[in-house]
């Protein structure tokens, strides 16, 4: 049988017949597809084509994400905590394990920090951050103020009605940056738990009035390399108004800060059903998308591990990174970073899987043709342009990434290679008697 007649008789069945075990010649089967016996021929699976691992490699020189230090750390829900015998409660332990990841995958060169939880000692504690950076193999990556634990911000921060505690809301933001500044991190991160519980107890006016003069002065305090990147959340912890909502009130609050202020997008924070990567499109367009916040969910800020529930989400938004970057020849100066919280999953074996899928989805995203595409769009060929995108998704790249990595002298399986080099249960023993004490209990 040729081959294009072996395509149309494969069309005409049901996928599961494919299951063929054989990867050399051919092979007959016969199934039963709705009454009707037929016969066909199961493809052998073809090596993929010299192109498409081009394509792989050349992405993936270009992919790095960023992990939270507080990825490491235990972390819970509004109901207590799952202590871990092995996650780090120091500064340096959250170092040490981003640079296990980084070792192991080879695209996790910088580690997010939050002022309050990293940097206990303020613009002092840079020296001991640039130590365990260099010891530890990975560079503080974006700096993140704390403007949601103290006492004073129960009443909100910048939109808090009381003009001291939007000062001190400020100065620890110029802390931050100067952190930043000493660390020669460029990105900060501003996310704001402000908001209101119940309708009619915050003028939404005023706070937003607020949060502009707020934004524009820290702002003022920028190097000429550094970035404040804006963060919209419509819920939690305030549950009637946030007051960076969503994607448009960040992008004016960024727009009146100034020019190097840029919307950061996490991807957890948008209402169920949001269509996230037409919201990554129009900030592209507007050059205004400065980052990401990695995370998945199903309901709420979930905060799980990415991909693990909608992997084609991630694609499209990946895809429409790629396109606009085709279509306009312009690099989309983007901060790929992880902000996951992990409870029940070992920490560093959650990192090693998002970072791996991350690869896998952003590698599919390259396979996308976009010359293809645009001709499909043009022409108005719904079912040719759906079916590109479809295509790269169900492309198998593990392959091709196992060759990339081998190529530069990494583990072809990162979480393979973690679970024997012997790191986990080093730290288990160490840290595993601190962690005991660990509180779990809010009471
Ligand atoms: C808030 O939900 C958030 O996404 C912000 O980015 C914080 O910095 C981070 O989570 C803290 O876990
Ligand atoms: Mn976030």
Redesign the pocket.
């Known amino acids: 049988m040729s081959r294009s007649l072996t395509r149309l008789a494969l069309q005409s069945v049901v996928l599961t017949v494919l299951q063929c075990e054989t990867t050399s010649s051919r092979k007959e089967n016969r199934d039963l597809v709705r009454g009707r016996i037929v016969t066909f021929v199961a493809e052998e699976r073809f090596p993929m084509d010299a192109g498409k691992s081009k394509k792989i490699f050349d992405a993936l020189e270009t992919f790095r994400i960023e992990l939270?230090s507080?990825g490491f750390a235990n972390?819970g829900t509004r109901f207590g905590k799952f202590i871990q015998a092995a996650a780090a409660t120091t500064t340096e332990e959250k170092f040490s394990d981003a640079g296990q990841v980084h070792l192991l995958t080879g695209v996790c060169p910088t580690v997010?920090l939050?002022v309050l939880w990293d940097c206990p000692d303020g613009v002092h504690s840079t020296d001991d951050i640039r130590k365990f950076a260099e010891r530890h193999g990975v560079l503080p990556g974006s700096i993140?103020p704390?403007l949601?634990q103290d006492q004073e911000y129960k009443y909100g921060s910048f939109g808090n009605p009381d003009p001291a505690i939007r000062q001190s809301a400020l100065q620890h933001t110029k802390d931050g940056i100067e952190i930043a500044r000493r660390l020669r991190s460029r990105d900060i991160?501003m996310?704001f738990?402000d908001g209101s519980n119940y309708p009619g107890t915050a003028n939404i006016r005023q706070r937003k009035q607020w949060f502009k003069e707020c934004l524009k002065e820290s702002h003022h305090q920028l190097s000429p390399e550094q970035r404040l990147l804006v963060?919209y959340?419509p819920f939690?912890p305030a549950f009637y108004h946030t007051d960076i909502a969503d994607w448009g009130m960040a992008l004016l609050l960024a727009r009146a800060a100034g020019p190097q202020a840029k919307v950061?997008v996490?991807t957890?924070?948008h209402y169920a059903a949001q269509n996230i990567e037409q919201i990554v499109a129009w900030l592209l367009s507007e050059d205004m998308l400065g980052g990401f916040?990695f995370?998945d969910r199903r309901y709420a800020?979930d905060?799980l591990t990415m991909g693990s529930i909608d992997p084609y989400q991630v694609l499209r938004i990946f895809h429409e990174i790629r396109y606009f970057e085709w279509e306009t020849g312009q690099h989309a100066d983007i901060a790929y970073m992880v902000?996951q919280?992990h409870n029940l999953k070992g920490k560093i074996e959650a990192m090693i899987q998002t970072v791996t899928m991350a690869q896998e989805l952003f590698s599919k995203a390259a396979l996308v043709d976009e010359p293809e595409l645009a001709t499909a769009q043009q022409k108005c060929d719904l079912v040719r342009a759906e079916s590109l995108l479809q295509d790269a998704f169900a492309t198998d790249v593990r392959p091709a990434i196992q060759e990339w990595r081998v190529s530069k002298g990494l583990p072809s399986n990162p979480m393979e290679a973690f679970r024997q080099n012997g790191y986990l249960e080093r730290i288990t023993k160490e840290r595993a008697a601190r962690n005991s004490r660990n509180v779990s209990s809010y009471a």
Request: proline share 4%; charged share 30%; glycine share 4%.
């Open positions: 939270p507080w972390t997010a939050h993140n704390n949601f991160s996310w738990a963060e959340k939690e950061l996490d957890g924070h916040h995370n800020d905060d902000d919280s």
